[in-house]
T-cell receptor
Framework: DGGITQSPKYLFRKEGQNVTLSCEQN?????MYWYRQDPGQGLRLIYY???????QKGDIAEGYSVSREKKESFPLTVTSAQKNPTAFYLC????????????FGDGTRLSIL | AQKITQTQPGMFVQEKEAVTLDCTYD???????LFWYKQPSSGEMIFLIY??????QNATEGRYSLNFQKARKSANLVISASQLGDSAMYFC???????????????FGQGTELSVKP
């Protein structure tokens, strides 16, 4: 079955530590996205990528970094510069057609130890 | 200013009844798309329905329909014959034409939590 796989499901970060969230898709989508969701809130865009080896900052990119070395993969690193990383992180992908929805993974819940 | 406004933080509906979830939006683009997603407690976002700004008919997908009133900038989701499994958060989102060539990002509302009572 085609879909988006995020791992791990739960992640704990120590002070001063960088952590990386994995996102893999087999939908053959060009565009991929990372969103952050805080309790009781909507989703906010962190980074997006329209093509391999290219990515753009979203609305809340500070303290995060990404890479897009393969079409299928778009990992997100939460750096120590992100002072409030506790949140639910969702990865999505889509065709680059205006009426096509974004398809989401199951999310990673990140907490501070 | 909020681009997407969902004014109902929480709603209750009796099983088998219909329910309407409100969504108003703000854009100066003539071309845009509106999406509704369902988020169960497990966290995944499930796409429900899409309405394009130039679509003349309201979108329907099974028990979901979209009451699109372009002049009022509203795109309300109607769920008919509610089921217990419909209990979840529901998010309205918009994709504006200005972002079609910039990854086509979605702007989300704050969500409405729907609880279906047996």
């Amino acid at each position: 079955d085609g879909g988006i796989t995020q791992s791990p499901k739960y992640l704990f970060r120590k002070e001063g530590q960088n952590v990386t969230l994995s996102c893999e898709q087999n939908l053959n989508h060009d565009a991929m996205y990372w969103y952050r969701q805080d309790p009781g809130q909507g989703l906010r865009l962190i980074y997006y990528s329209q093509i391999v080896n290219d990515f753009q900052k979203g609305d809340i990119a500070e303290g995060y970094s990404v890479s897009r070395e393969k079409k299928e993969s778009f990992p997100l690193t939460v750096t120590s510069a992100q002072k409030n990383p506790t949140a639910f992180y969702l990865c999505a992908s889509s065709l680059q057609v205006s009426n096509q929805p974004q398809h989401f993974g199951d999310g990673t819940r990140l907490s501070i130890l | 200013a909020q681009k997407i406004t969902q004014t109902q933080p929480g709603m209750f509906v009796q099983e088998k009844e219909a329910v309407t979830l409100d969504c108003t939006y703000d854009t100066s683009d003539q071309s845009y798309g509106l999406f509704w997603y369902k988020q169960p407690s497990s966290g995944e976002m499930i796409f429900l329905i899409y309405q394009g700004s130039y679509d003349e008919q309201n979108a329907t997908e099974g028990r979901y329909s979209l009451n699109f009133q372009k002049a009022r900038k509203s795109a309300n989701l109607v769920i008919s014959a509610s089921q217990l499994g419909d209990s979840a958060m529901y998010f309205c989102a918009m994709r504006e034409a200005r972002f079609y060539n910039q990854g086509g990002k979605l702007i989300f509302g704050q969500g409405t939590e729907l609880s279906v009572k047996p």
